[in-house]
């Protein structure tokens, strides 16, 4: 009878060239503290100044989720003080955001849910804090990275829902092209925040959960603190707003911090920034630019190529994979393309953890093979063998093939020659065929098809086999 009620705070790195406010290099994995500079340190006296791409960025986004771009907005300063914070605040956007009032799909389990985006607001990432038995060090290329933190309504109830939601918000941005989007690596970070109220009352007080590093982590922390909040009403006690660190080996949670409240981070307008004006031509212009996303692709795939639907949802699952298939798709057989696709090259991904568009086997070479087969050139075998080398290796389709002598056998001249003699040599399986053995006719079929070291193709073998038993009734 209680339910759980959930918004979500997901952040994204911004893939951008630089960092939010100074020209360094935002880039991920380099040498410890080679990327920063005297505004990212937060050194006196050194100013910021707004990296447009990322403003661009941070709208597309708002217009990729539905939301009401705001003409002009604003940073201003959050204050606290931690040692992975060059400055003494974080720069965000406090009062005025850049994006509200948003709306996202998402389906689960055949069904069509929504959920509200609250806002959209740009900030700058902190540094890292590493570790160690001799001490911390602390790692500055992160400060001043950009962020997006897209705010959800709190209208979320379910684990399945919020991963559901969490799945379309990390495709939509990857579609983007925007963000990296690994919650492994910290490019897609969430906090959940969750109460648990009887639903005809008001909302309860919630918690927020921090430390969240995979969709199954979300899913366990919002079943385990649904639990212990349903627990601690039903003991007679008060859930306190506060932020929990989920542990997901153990599966427990535990309290970081009691919440800070509004006042406690004394946010007041950057005054080193000037407030942004963003102008209707300027959204039009990033709308227009927005990709097809990828329910809809997916909608368009099947009915133009003819595809099935759940082929269409893996293809587009992976925005570069859609391409790569619509390229595919151009040159050859459609739903050939989306099988191969979808059947062989997304396990030779995973088993290589190469990505498609970065193996050798480009569009045209999986079109040249895929053709080679539909025009019985190659066996299905040989067209699959094919692909998987030139997934590894840069060989050319055809000199492979030759090489390695194997095109199949097409002539007609030559299998019925071959035919002539396996039938004229077999007469005591003509006569089983003549009397209705079915079993002799395929003994016919394989003995022609040995004859030809095995490279005939069946197809023409079973033709010229069946013609000739036809033709000759008393062979
Ligand atoms: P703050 O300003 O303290 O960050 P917000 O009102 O902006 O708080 O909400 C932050 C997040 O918490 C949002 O994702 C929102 O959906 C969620 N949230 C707000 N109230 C509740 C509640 N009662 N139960 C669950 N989640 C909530
Ligand atoms: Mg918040
Ligand atoms: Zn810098």
Known sequence: MYQAVIGVEVHFELSTETKLFCRCRNSFGEAENTLCCPVCLGLPGALPVINS??????????????????????????????????????????????CVDGCVEYELDGEVKSVGIHEIHLEDDAGKLIHSDNGTRINYNRAGVPLIEIVTEPELHTAEETVAFLEELRLRMSYLGISDCKMQEGSMRVDVNLSVHKPDQPLGTRTEIKNLNSFRAVANAIKNETQRQIKVIENGGTVIQETRRFDDVKGVSTVMRSKETHEDYRFFPEPNLPPMYITDAQIDHIRTNLPEFASKRQKRLCTYYGISSADAKIITADRLVADYFEAVASLCDQREAANRIVRDLMQKQRETKIHITESHLTAEKLAEIINLFVSDRISRRTSREVADVAFCEPIDVSDYIEKNGLFQITDEQVISDAARSVISENAAVVNDYRNGKSAAFSYLVGETIKRLNGRASPQIVNKMVDLMLKSNKNL
């Open 53 to 98: 791409r990322a403003v661009e960025y941070a709208i597309s986004v708002g217009l990729a989720l539905g939301c009401r771009v705001n003409s002009s907005t604003r940073f201003d300063r959050k204050s606290y003080f931690y040692p992975d914070m060059p400055n003494e605040y974080q720069t965000t956007q406090a009062f005025i955001p850049i």
